[in-house]
């Protein structure tokens, strides 16, 4: 096999594999909520040949190629009614994605607690 056919070989490969789907993942519906993930796609290839005799004079030749793709998470688009926030990964730690939902967290807590709260007077009533 020549050299250009196996390169047309992995580059058609390859492109079968591209499409907007590769980078923008599909949609998953949650809670009201839509998250959309957004990955960095990356790829390389290579091939070659050779020719040559032995020691013998026999003559002979190879031909190889491969390929590899790197997939990895960016970022995830989240898709309300009211609004659309991105929130990226590449790039930050662990703690500093810890910063970015801790006030969520936080504002979920103080609703418990609220809620808890006015739970408490009804039950002390209902203990009388």
């Known amino acids: 096999m020549k050299l250009e056919e196996i390169l047309k070989t992995i580059t058609e490969e390859i492109a079968s594999m ?30 070659g040949v050779g020719e040559g005799r032995n020691k013998s004079g026999n003559e002979g030749s190879g031909s190889g190629g491969g390929g590899g793709c790197l997939v990895e998470p960016v970022a995830f688009l989240v898709v309300t009614k009211e609004d659309v926030q991105l929130y990226t990964v ?6 500093s994605q810890m910063a970015d939902v801790i006030p969520e967290i936080m504002e979920i807590y103080k609703s418990i607690r609220e809620g808890k709260k006015e739970e408490s007077p009804e039950k002390e009533k209902s203990e009388d």
Do not use: D, M, Q, R
């Open 18 to 47: 591209i499409s907007t789907k590769t980078v923008i993942g599909e949609p998953v519906n949650i809670e009201g909520k839509t998250l959309i993930p957004i990955t960095k796609v990356s790829f390389g290839f290579g091939g």
């Open 90 to 95: 590449k790039g930050k730690g662990a703690i």
